[in-house]
């Protein structure tokens, strides 16, 4: 019986080398001399970025979004908190990259194939969701029908068999 799985997955070495060019980017940048900022990425979960206000925060975070589109690591993985105040009279922003489906937006993934009346069954493992059909025309409706979804978090679709 064809299969998939659908994962929301982020490649965190291109997460680092965006992170690592930002950081070279902001040691080059003459707005940025003589500030404190700084960028951690400490459990490869959340991103902390640290500089002297808020505009140089915001200004590293475009600088950060544009090195993740370049390298096709997308936006919709990231989750901005808001700019706090820091030690030192610093600001600071924390970004977290999530990595899989958490268990209620897996439920609605399933929810949503199984309301397009295809003729497919949905089930969660852990961090994805398995998709199982008769037609492999079926399943490839199914990635479709969650293209055309533009859900919240980026979707993969991988392990397809026959």
Same mark, same amino acid.
């Not at 999530?98 to 929810?111: R, Y």
């Not at 194939?113 to 009346?117: E, F, G, L, Q, R």
């Not at 029908?145 to 679709?157: G, H, M, V």
């Given at each position: 019986? /064809?299969?998939?799985?659908?994962?929301?997955?982020?490649?965190? /070495?291109e997460?680092?080398n965006?992170?690592?060019?930002?950081r &070279?980017?902001?040691?080059? =940048? @003459?707005?940025?001399?003589?500030?404190?900022?700084?960028i951690e990425?400490?459990?490869?979960k959340?991103? $902390?970025?640290v500089?002297?206000?808020? @505009?140089?925060?915001?200004?590293v975070?475009?600088?950060?979004?544009?090195?993740?589109?370049?390298?096709?690591?997308? +936006?919709?993985?990231m989750? @901005?908190?808001?700019?706090?105040?820091?030690?030192?009279?610093?600001?600071?922003q924390?970004i977290?990259v999530?990595?899989?489906?958490?268990?209620?937006?897996?439920?609605?993934?399933?929810?949503m194939?199984?309301?397009?009346?295809l003729?497919v069954?949905?089930?969660?493992?852990?961090? $994805?969701? &398995?998709?199982?059909?008769?037609? &492999?025309?079926? +399943?490839?409706?199914?990635?479709q +029908? +969650?293209?055309?979804?533009?859900?919240? &978090?980026?979707? $993969? @679709?991988?392990?397809? =068999?026959?």
């Open positions: 019986m /064809p299969s998939f799985d659908v994962v929301s997955e982020v490649d965190i /070495p997460v680092e965006a992170l690592e060019q930002t &070279r980017e902001v040691g080059q =940048r @003459y707005d940025f001399k003589g500030s404190k900022t700084e990425f400490p459990e490869k959340v991103v $902390q970025i500089s002297d206000d808020e @505009y140089k925060v915001n200004a975070v475009e600088m950060l979004q544009g090195k993740l589109a370049k390298r096709q690591v997308s +936006l919709k993985s989750e @901005y908190g808001k700019i706090e105040p820091a030690a030192g009279g610093l600001a600071k924390t977290t999530h990595q899989g489906l958490e268990k209620d937006d897996a439920k609605e993934l399933v929810k194939i199984k309301a397009s009346k003729k069954q949905a089930q969660v493992q852990d961090a $994805q969701v &398995r998709v199982t059909g008769k037609k &492999r025309d079926d +399943l490839q409706d199914v990635i +029908l +969650l293209k055309a979804a533009d859900y919240k &978090r980026p979707l $993969q @679709y991988v392990n397809m =068999r026959d």
